[in-house]
């Protein structure tokens, strides 16, 4: 590997070993490999890193300017831990799902760029919560508004300092929508995530130094793209318990509620003025049965089927 390839994406692993005074540092060999017969086949063994090989390979093609062809799901989280093992953070970064756009809606210049995470992929280290001026705007860190009022945007700084408006997705979550007694329309939206989305939900509250108490009612705008059971519909026609009635259930205490499967959300992350965390849901597929999920089920390919 090249000097030039080496500092292509530094600090990282290597840069740290080989500019270390340490005496590892002066054998100036590394050998990666898994198998474990290679401690006898060296005299004086130099630092061995027990890490894929073929992973390595990819990543020292990326080092040398070429793109990784990503195979599948697993193929990329896989290049993802080996990333951050050899603190590639560059690298990390383009390996996270993520995906930027712009905002024309947006109520501030700053504002209207924003990048989509899945949540659990989100480098702490890059979420940053705007300073607030004295009449409780949020402003950047060109002194640019971008968010108004009680609430503050959580933004996301990448590896190059470009400043967005961070989205985050989930999965396999369950939003419940409970109804008042007298009212039509729910009282609260609850947004039951994962137990790991709740702790990665956290660990960004801890970053930004927020309160680790996250808020589980969330905001529902009538801008939320909403599609239940493959049918897209819209939070009002959702949300009214008239247009509902058939997915109505009661509680043992009689109240009612309608409990939706979330196959995919999009979510939009404030800090209120309780220093909580708020989600804003942005956009949700749901289903509101077993029967309608299991009809969205994929089968095996042939190829991937075991023969018992």
């Not at 990282?12 to 080989?18: A, D, G, K, R, S």
């Not at 945007?153 to 989930?170: A, S, W």
């Amino acid at each position: 590997m090249s000097t030039t390839a080496l500092y292509s994406d530094s600090p990282n692993y290597f840069t740290e070993i080989f500019s270390s005074p340490l005496e590892e540092a002066r054998t100036k060999t590394m050998i990666i490999d898994r198998d474990p017969a290679i401690f006898t086949d060296i005299v004086s063994a130099p630092p061995i890193i027990d890490r894929d090989p073929e992973l390595f390979s990819d990543i020292l093609r990326y080092l040398q300017g070429y793109e990784i062809g990503i195979k599948d799901e697993v193929h990329r989280q896989n290049l993802l831990k080996d990333a951050r093992f050899y603190h590639f953070k560059g690298l990390a970064e383009k390996l996270l799902a993520s995906t930027v756009t712009v905002n024309g809606f947006g109520k501030h210049d700053c504002a209207k760029n924003e990048i989509l995470f899945r949540l659990k992929d989100i480098r702490t280290s890059g979420v940053l919560l705007p300073e607030c001026s004295s009449n409780g705007d949020a402003i950047n860190e060109e002194g640019s508004v971008i968010s108004t009022g009680a609430t503050s945007h959580i933004m996301y700084k990448n590896k190059e300092g470009t400043v967005y408006v961070l989205l985050v997705e989930v999965h396999n979550a369950h939003l419940i929508c409970r109804y008042g007694s007298q009212s039509p329309w729910p009282t609260i939206l609850e947004l039951v995530l994962s137990d790991k989305e709740i702790k990665k939900l956290k660990d960004i509250a801890k970053a930004i130094k927020a309160s680790e108490e996250i808020e589980h009612i969330i905001r529902s705008p009538d801008i939320c793209a909403f599609e239940v059971d493959e049918v897209k519909c819209t939070s009002k026609t959702l949300l009214n318990i008239d247009e509902t009635s058939d997915l109505i259930k009661i509680d043992d205490e009689g109240g009612k509620h309608v409990d939706l499967f979330v196959t995919k959300g999009i979510l939009r992350l404030f800090v209120n003025n309780e220093r909580k965390i708020e989600m804003e849901l942005l956009k949700c597929e749901a289903f509101s049965s077993e029967k309608g999920f299991n009809g969205k089920r994929d089968f095996l390919p042939a190829d991937k089927r075991i023969a018992l």
